[in-house]
């Protein structure tokens, strides 16, 4: 079994940032590729931001590409997503997603963390 737990999230006013974070446990991590979601209250989940087992390939939703940067460090279990120039529109709930291969934003994943609160003031 997996277990992903975000952290990072806050609230933060327009322009600002964000690092959120995602640590797993469970399995060996590096072998997975990594996703993250967002869902804003009444609307439905999104594809945020992907990235495979070794970091060399990345993938962006257009709301958030040239804004949002996906990193991981396998050492520490951990996946990253540093959210520059924020808006107003950034804010819902963000979760981080593991799978077993890299499909960029496609295809399903197999498990998903609690999700953190990201909300941005106008």
């Keep these: ?30 072998s997975y590729a990594m996703g993250w979601f967002r869902q804003a209250p009444g609307k439905e989940r999104e594809f945020v931001a992907a990235i495979n087992w070794s970091g060399s ?16 460090e396998n050492a520490k279990n951990t996946v990253y997503l540093q959210m520059n120039s924020l808006k107003p529109e950034d804010t819902a709930v963000y979760y981080c997603a593991l ?15 609690q999700g953190t609160q990201v909300t941005v003031s106008s």
């Design 57 to 72: 390939s990345t993938d962006y939703a257009d709301s958030v590409k040239g804004r949002f940067t996906c990193s991981r």
């Design 99 to 113: 799978r077993r291969y890299y499909s960029g934003r496609y295809g399903n994943y197999d498990y998903w963390g």
């Design 1 to 30: 079994q997996v277990q992903l737990v975000e952290s990072g999230g806050g609230l933060v006013q327009a322009g600002g940032s964000l690092r959120l974070a995602c640590t797993a446990s469970g399995r060996t991590f590096s």
